[in-house]
């Protein structure tokens, strides 16, 4: 059982920055990889960014060079840094989280997080 909270999302100008943050807690053993999707209203739910337990990271197209994602292992938070945000960058924005529950490694599974609005106005 793993819950994952999203905190940051608000209304910003178009250029201007925000930072959205994800802690996940209760019975982890290790968490293999982060992400971040986002979900646009009469979109498909998109791939944003990730970062895995080696500290690999990719990202989608559109916002390469602009969007940043971190971790803090210790802390089991995920972080992305959003600069010269765009109105296509509106969105409502989901934590992800593959974690291991037991020390094997024999339970693995995704968990998702409600969910934080980010609007860029123009």
Do not use: H
Not at 22 to 34: Q, R
Not at 80 to 99: F, I, V, W
């Amino acid at each position: 059982q793993v819950q994952l909270v999203e905190s940051g999302g608000g209304l910003v100008q178009a250029g201007g920055s925000l930072r959205l943050s994800c802690a996940a807690s209760g019975s982890i053993f290790s968490i293999n990889a982060m992400g971040w999707y986002r979900q646009a209203p009469g979109k498909q739910r998109e791939l944003v960014a990730k970062i895995t337990s080696g500290g690999s990271t990719s990202y989608a197209d559109s916002v390469k060079d602009r969007f940043t994602i971190s971790r803090d292992n210790a802390k089991n938070t995920v972080y992305l840094q959003m600069n010269s945000l765009k109105p296509e960058d509106t969105a409502t924005y989901y934590c992800n989280c593959n974690a291991d529950t037991d020390a094997l490694g024999l339970i693995r599974w995704d968990y998702w997080g409600p969910g934080a609005q980010v609007t860029v106005s123009s």
